[in-house]
């Protein structure tokens, strides 16, 4: 590595972004300049293919706004006027922050992190831990992707089910609950297309008409956020027909049903916006003496009452099985990745103090801007760009407007970045060791570094290690965090911990010849709802009053993942345009015709929390209450959104991403 080489040379990386697949690739390198990028046949999921994004990686190294130095903000907040500075210079101005907030209040309680799911890597433990090492802190908890499924699924059946991917090809019906695998997941589409070509029936359940949903079988276009309803009422039917197997055997069911007894079939039919003959597929789907795979996808959780689709989808392939659960198996994730990552934080790291104050993500804004005692001096943001993801642009906005320093660590120029008073550069993934496992498959990957360092970008741990040194130089003994700790040192001591569970990691380096398959774990599933009691809250208690008591604006607006970008990533140097443009909005026809808009023409979307501008995009696939829109960009949609979380929402600690209303204007003019 770094010396000039003219020979092609190949190097074993992993792609670190927050997507199903954590491929296993290789890197093409000449002259320590990456060329190409191509699949590794040894990864058993990805089975040497890339996805477009994959294959665009060398754009994305050498893209026109990769962050080259560290930067010191110039002008006013936002007005993106920079100096380059130099690293010593950077890593004493985080120093002096630090030690000068600890001087004036007496402990780090006042300084903070956020951080998400920029890089997947265990390497991101390593800056995380670094706050760990100073003692109290601040620092944001939860999942706003997955969470709320992931805790909802851990309350009704006391872990979460898993099953490979991988067998989703042998099943005889596959019923997607809110996934679009054709966009989010393309490599478990190769297992979706092996069963249906061996005779399974495919059903995909979305208000929109996806990519996924236009290679289905049957197509269900449900109202957004009434999965709940369409389950409830499918168990009603099954059990009107004596279908549910052995029902009365199930710990908790008394409960259940007679919070099923007192729902309306009407209501929930017209909750849900579709017709018998797709509720009898549905009845016909789950009564299949075969296996039936239901996917309870991501996007039918980002709603208010999230956790209660999940629990009832759930519990429909429940009680359609026997005592064995091997014919109704219920694919979400891969629960390994969170075994695996709580497990390297809690060895490797000395963990959060109790003095620690730990917020939510979905009130991390809001609670820091709270603060009276004790707010926030610094707050430092890596992995993760808010002003275009989160939940609150608004509170964040506010929060980078009025904390006293703010760092953040970054491969390019972000929404949030601008607003930063320094900025870090970081190295890819291609410049650094790191080692993945995937939150969907059971595949472990090393990451080796191919090319030297971009310019003079650093590994996230370098950074702490910079920093660390600083401020023991000024105060020694202030920071704990191992300073002889490089990248493969931390990776070494991440398989060394791992390999407790997986001997075979015993030696992380043996990865550099393949990835390994995780040995699964016993999955321990149980027929139980042993948490639907009148304490834990009942199923479809506050389901409706929160669905009736939508607020006043015309139209859904939903904003899910598209298939060049892995949310606000990719911005530039992706030379093929995306389904939907940044700056468009699709809409129906019907809607678009009605009103007199052409494709192209300008709209302004609002709400009681932002506004954005768009172009119309005209589409007769789209139902006429929706909008679909796309994140990252310029004008992030997210600026349409609020916290709206019910009592119980905010314990679930998550996210209601597409339970969103927005209405729409043109010259002047409401449209509806
Ligand atoms: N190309 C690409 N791939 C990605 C990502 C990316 O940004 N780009 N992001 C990654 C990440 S972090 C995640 S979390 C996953 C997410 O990937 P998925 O699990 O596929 O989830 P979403 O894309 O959020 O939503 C999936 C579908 O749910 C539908 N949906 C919305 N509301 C409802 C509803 O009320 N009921 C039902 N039944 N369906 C509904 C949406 O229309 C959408 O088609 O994708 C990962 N993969
Ligand atoms: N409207 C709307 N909003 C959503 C969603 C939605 O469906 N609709 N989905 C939600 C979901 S599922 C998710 S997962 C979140 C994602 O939320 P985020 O994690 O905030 O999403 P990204 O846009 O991927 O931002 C990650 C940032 O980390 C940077 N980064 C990448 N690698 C590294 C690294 O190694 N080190 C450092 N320091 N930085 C790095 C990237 O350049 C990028 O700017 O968004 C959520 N927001
Ligand atoms: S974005 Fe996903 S599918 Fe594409 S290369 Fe990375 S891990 Fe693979
Ligand atoms: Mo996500």
Redesign the pocket.
Known sequence: MGQTNHRERFTRTTCPR???SSCSMIAHVKNDRLIKVTGDPKHGFSRGKL?A?GYQYPEFVYAENRLKYPLRRKGERGEEKWERISWEEACSTVADKLIESFDRRGTFRSVGYNTF?GNLGFLQHAMQGFFSYLGDHTYSVGNP??GTGKLALERQRGGIPYHEPVTMADADCIVI?????A???IHQMKFIHTARDQGAVLIV????F?PTAKVADIYIQ?K????AALAALLIKHLSEQNALIEPETIEGFDVFQRDLNQADVNQLLSETGIGEEALLALVTAYQNPGTVATWI????Q??AFGDK?VRMVDALAILTENATLQKRPVFYIHPGFFTFHDRVDHELTPGKSPGSRGLSYNRFAETCLQFQEEPLDLLWIFNRNPLSQDESVEAWKELLDSVPFLVVSELTMTKTAMYADLILPVTSHFEQYDLHVSYWNSWLSLNEPAITPYHESRSDLSIARGVSEAMNERRPGISAFPEDLTELSWIKQVAAVLSDLQPELKDAMALRFSPLQLKSEKVKEKRSFRHHNEKNCSFLNGFFQHRTGNEPYDFQV?T????????SQFETGMIMPDHLHRNEVAMSERVAEKEGLQDGDPVLIFNDAGEVRRHVKRDKTIADGILIMR?GGEDPVNQLMKERHSTEMKKMNSTSF?DNRASMIKAGRRLL
């Open positions: 927050n997507c199903y996805c994004k799911s992707c997955l609950w809110g996934a679009n695998p966009v989010t997941n359940i979305d208000p929109v996806t449900i957004p956020g009434s999965d996808g991501f996007g039918m980002r709603y689709s939903i899910a993942q598209s298939l060049l970008h892995i949310h994140q597409y």
